[in-house]
Each structure stands twice: as C-alpha cells, then as structure tokens.
C-alpha cells in the first residue's frame, strides 16, 4: 500500500514534501521489482539535483537501475544508515529507506507528481 500523503513519479520514486523540504525514496513497488538492494549510491549533501535526472543508483542482486530526481532542489541530508543497511530500501522503502533530502527549488514541481491512486493504477499498467 503507497502512503496517501506521498507523490509520485511514474519511475518509482516518491517524495513527502514537507514545506520547502521534501523527502525522496524508490517505491515499494520499485524495491520489490529491483529485489534485494546491496547499495544505494547517493549525491553528497550540496549537490543541486534537477527534476527529471539521474541523482543516484540503486545495486540490488538482479540488477542497476538509476534513480530520478522527482522535484528540483539542493541534497540538505542523505541517509547515511543505508552504506550499512542498504535492505531498509526494500523493507521499509516509505520509513527507514527514505535516499534523500532536498530543499525545493520549485515547489510548484510537486504539483505535475500524481497521487498514491493514479500511482497505483500506473503499476497495474507497467506490465512487469
């Protein structure tokens, strides 16, 4: 179940935006498909993330996929638990597997993400 007070993108990530703050993840979706994550691979904080572009990698034992940025903004905290934990992605991708937190650049970016309902129908579409 996607959390109803989260965003979407239709590349599985998601964000909990918080005033100019929001915080970013893959999706449990995302994690179930990538299977056991190994290591998230993170920008460090100050980096200026823009909307639509690869910020990071996610290694899991079946693959590498690349995570998007969902909204523009600069990394004011990266979750450093997941160097040690990196499976938080996969059991906990809504809490403890949170990757980033930005300071929006455009809030207004929020507005063109979709609800846990559209997010949701999108899935049963993906065909995976």
Not at 14 to 27: F, L, N, P, Q, Y
Not at 46 to 58: C, I, P, R
Request: charged residues 30%.
């Amino acid at each position: 179940m996607n959390p109803p007070n989260l965003k979407y993108t239709k590349e599985h990530e998601w964000a909990r935006i918080e005033g100019k703050k929001a915080v970013i993840g893959i999706t449990e979706y995302a994690a179930h498909q990538l299977g056991d994550v190994v290591f998230v691979d993170m920008p460090l904080v100050g980096t200026k993330l823009e909307k639509g572009k690869t910020f990071g990698v996610v290694e899991s034992v079946k693959t590498v996929s690349d995570i998007f940025a969902p909204l523009s903004g600069k990394v004011t905290k990266k979750n450093d638990e997941l160097d040690a934990e990196p499976a938080n992605v996969n059991t906990d991708p809504y809490g403890k597997g949170w990757i980033l937190e930005i300071e929006l650049s455009n809030p207004a970016e929020a507005d063109e993400m979709i609800d846990a309902a559209a997010y949701e129908k999108h899935c049963e579409t993906c065909g995976h």
